[in-house]
């Protein structure tokens, strides 16, 4: 068998990172690894110091993130300090990282949200790695972020939706999608798609599932998001506020502050992580507030609800897994809320009155949850505060330009889905 040392680029990648069990300990070679040890997360331990490249987007942070090299796809942050939006809360320090179509300001996320942040170096992972093709289950935003880039880059992808989700996969009118099949799950949620995500990948040798949580150039391609943040305020927030579902976003935030305290390069300590979810559904928050590191039964809805915004209902976030939301809270003596449909949607009005964008339903829960704690005294008004508006400027986009819903390669049902996408592989 050919030794690691003999293969110069697969040294590279081992001097510039390894991958280390956050239970045990081990440090181990990346072969685009998911998994290590049950109930545990991987995180990506960099050599050397952070140089910020004269790129675009994540790509300017390329000395952390778990990639050989860049490639040519932008996606990023603009952060900005919102003085209006701030004025109109009572706050003197608030800052937005914004993430999505927003030209006069930057934007830098094609398809309107920061999951074309775990994209774009996730593709370039999956290139360092020879893999064949990728296999991913989503409830809008992240596979319409990985068709956007797997298609510009001839990427072959396998996207699973649930039923009410297969609207959301779009692409601008001409958009390269040769390499995309779409799949819908007619009869299924996301959770549904995910379970039906897992059963083709045990079958496709070569291909790999994206990873969510578990995978490490999501959580930092996310995570970059903080560091465009403390760069451009010259310091790290005390407070940071997000929307969560199923949990990378805070998580590889998180870590990537840890990163910056560590190397010397800002002081600490790291931001209070504030996570706000749908009132009806709300594992995460139910947890956190019995103080628990693990999720029960009890924590879910017993039946099936309706949410605000259903990109932050995930049936299977990561919270006790070692390195996952419940210790990023415990880290940083974090705070969860749960927010009405009626006080998000007053969230959304003021942000896109005041600040002239409109943005998506995630962002608006964590405005929300914003304003409790200000009302609470959980923040304190003149706090150094980074509001996360997770996704926008969709509708803005989809006004300015020609856009186009991507057509099911495949419409399966969750009890024989897996078998029957395989089945039409055979066939092509």
């Not at 937005?96 to 398809?111: D, I």
Request: aromatic share 8%; charged share 20%; with cysteine.
């Amino acid at each position: 068998m050919e030794s690691v040392r003999s293969r110069p680029a697969l040294w590279g990648w081992i001097v510039k990172y390894q991958l280390v069990c956050l239970a045990t300990g081990q440090r181990i070679v990346d072969a685009y690894t998911l998994h290590h040890t049950d109930n545990a997360l991987l995180q990506a331990d960099f050599a050397g110091p952070l140089n910020i490249q004269d790129a675009q987007g994540v790509w300017k942070y390329l000395d952390w993130l778990p990639t050989s090299s860049s490639n040519s796809y932008v996606a990023g942050t603009v952060t900005y300090k919102a003085e209006a939006l701030g004025d109109a809360l009572g706050m003197t320090d608030l800052w937005v990282t914004f993430h999505g179509h927003w030209p006069e300001k930057g934007g830098l996320c094609p398809t309107g949200s920061f999951k074309d942040m775990e994209a774009v170096p996730t593709i370039q992972r999956l290139r360092d790695h020879d893999c064949k093709g990728m296999i991913c289950a989503s409830a809008g935003n992240t596979a319409r972020a990985f068709t956007h880039f797997c298609g510009l880059d001839s990427m072959p992808l396998i996207v699973i939706v649930g039923k009410d989700h297969g609207h959301r996969i779009w692409t601008k009118t001409g958009h390269p999608t040769d390499s995309i099949k779409l799949v819908v799950v007619e009869d299924g949620d996301y959770y549904d798609a995910k379970t039906v995500a897992k059963g083709i990948a045990k079958q496709l040798i070569g291909w790999q599932m994206e990873g969510s949580v578990h995978n490490v150039a999501r959580r930092d391609g996310i995570g970059s998001l903080l560091l465009d943040a403390a760069f451009t305020m010259d310091r790290l927030p005390e407070h940071y506020f997000q929307g969560i579902g199923g949990g990378p976003g805070p998580i590889g935030v998180h870590e990537m502050a840890e990163r910056l305290i560590t190397s010397g390069q800002f002081e600490g300590p790291v931001p209070r992580q504030h996570l706000s979810q749908n009132i009806e559904h709300c594992p995460i928050h139910n947890a956190w507030q019995a103080r628990r590191d693990h999720l029960l039964p009890e924590d879910f809805p017993s039946e099936e609800v309706t949410v605000y915004s259903d990109y932050l209902l995930n049936k299977g976030p990561a919270y006790g897994q070692v390195g996952g939301v419940h210790d990023i809270l415990k880290a940083s003596n974090g705070q969860t809320y749960t927010v009405k449909e009626s006080d998000a949607k007053l969230a959304k009005t003021l942000f896109e009155t005041i600040e002239g964008i409109d943005i998506m339903t995630p962002g608006a829960v964590a405005l929300a949850s914003l304003q409790q704690a200000l009302a609470s005294g959980e923040v304190d008004s003149s706090s150094c505060t980074i509001l996360n508006i997770s996704g926008g400027g969709v509708e803005r986009l989809r006004q300015e330009q020609s856009t186009e819903v991507v057509e099911p390669w495949l419409r399966v049902n969750k009890a024989d889905g897996a078998s029957m996408i395989l089945k039409a592989l055979e066939q092509e």
